[in-house]
């Protein structure tokens, strides 16, 4: 049995080849020729899995080591038979530490601002933890989830985009259905949005249109914008990368915790299509140690600096930042060879004060 494998998924290689014959490949580069006598693939975002790869070829199965499939045409692969599944939640734990360094970022009293989550399945729902865990006031908008579950928890889009100091994105990208996300931050939204708010987009480009959030930074009638995702990345526009506070390469998922856990995910499909029980629990042995595991807090300074450095010594986005800024023709190039960068629990957090303590036990650092 074949498998054709992206060449930039962390930790499989040697794990499938008892089983299987394993072919690895730049994800980009994968075409219909590399396909056609493979079994199944296992691929990330970068190949596009429809119609043109797929036709004639014995692909059976697919697995996408990440959370977002917007990259699989799924109605093309229910016509062709080929049974597929993603990683869902797999990288949510990344994206919560990326949206906790956005906000720490920010070096002003957390408490009290009020946070809007568009989207919460498994990532919405951590960043809300994080918005809690920070003491702010979290509003929550999921219009699939408030229809199929009633109740008060979730608001209308438009109370948040009118409360909210931050609003931040965690929906999939649907271009059609009853819940379409394509441009759903549009001109109209952006200028309803709270004055001197902040957008955050860590779902997909597509989601903002990054013409009309160009115009809204240019004119200051938001406050800014954090963007990990673009409109036609990796040809990123330049100069809405100019404009944004905070703009990294696509790697908000990209924790080592976060891509073992895709990993994983899809060797144990794997093994549960192919009925190969060896795979069916597997999990990658053990994650590399950071350098510095130990944080020390001094407590005599304020605790949103306090936060802020802790924050940052778990993961420092002002270095993704300034890559990308510094080359942005580089952005699959800084992706593919993206550092190790480990989730709070892997950090112990020494001093500081106790209420700063207290809220990043909530984001999952463990206390000395
Ligand atoms: O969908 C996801 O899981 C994330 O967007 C993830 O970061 C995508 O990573 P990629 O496959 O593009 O490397």
């Known amino acids: 049995m074949k498998i054709v494998a992206d060449d930039k998924i ?208 240019q004119a200051g009638s938001i406050g800014g914008a954090v963007l990990d995702v673009w409109e036609h990345e990796p040809e990123i526009d330049l100069e809405l990368l100019e404009l944004v506070r905070l703009g990294t390469p696509h790697i908000a998922g990209y924790s080592t915790d976060g891509k073992a856990n895709g990993t994983a995910m899809s060797v144990q499909a794997v093994g549960r299509h192919f009925g190969v029980i060896e795979y069916t629990g597997w999990t990658p042995y053990s994650l590399p140690v950071p350098e510095q595991p130990l944080i020390r807090l001094d407590a005599a300074l304020p605790e949103s600096e306090q936060l802020s450095a802790a924050c940052r010594a778990s993961y420092d986005i002002r270095f993704d930042d300034a890559q990308l800024r510094a080359d942005p023709a580089g952005f699959e190039r800084q992706r593919g060879n993206y550092r190790i960068r480990r989730e709070p629990p892997a950090y112990r957090i020494e001093g500081g004060a106790p209420v700063v303590r207290t809220a990043l036990a909530k984001l999952g650092f463990q206390l000395a």
């Not at 040697?14 to 396909?35: C, N, R, W």
């Not at 009290?112 to 006031?137: H, I, Q, W």
């Not at 989830?145 to 889009?157: D, M």
């Open 10 to 217: 962390p930790f499989l290689k040697g794990v499938l080849e008892p089983f299987f014959e394993m072919v690895y490949l730049p994800g980009g580069k994968i075409g219909p020729a590399d396909v056609r006598d493979a079994d199944a693939l296992i691929t990330r975002t970068r190949t596009r899995c429809d119609r043109a790869l797929l036709a004639g070829s014995k692909v059976g199965f697919i697995a996408t080591a990440t959370i977002g499939f917007d990259h699989i045409d799924t109605a093309a692969l229910r016509e062709l038979g080929i049974d597929w599944t993603n990683a869902p939640g797999c990288n949510a734990a990344s994206v919560a530490q990326y949206l906790a360094c956005v906000l720490a970022d920010f070096r002003i009293p957390l408490a009290g601002k009020t946070l809007g989550v568009v989207g919460v399945g498994n990532v919405g729902s951590r960043v809300v933890r994080v918005g809690e865990a920070f003491g702010m006031r979290v509003l929550q908008c999921d219009p699939p989830r408030a229809e199929r579950e009633g109740g008060s928890r979730f608001r209308p889009l438009d109370e948040l985009v009118a409360e909210a100091d931050f609003l931040t994105f965690h929906v999939p990208l649907e271009r059609g259905g009853g819940h379409p996300t394509f441009h759903l931050a549009d001109a109209a939204l952006l200028a309803a949005m709270k004055p001197g708010a902040v957008l955050i987009n860590t779902s997909r480009g597509e989601v903002v249109d990054g013409s009309a959030l160009k115009a809204a930074l």
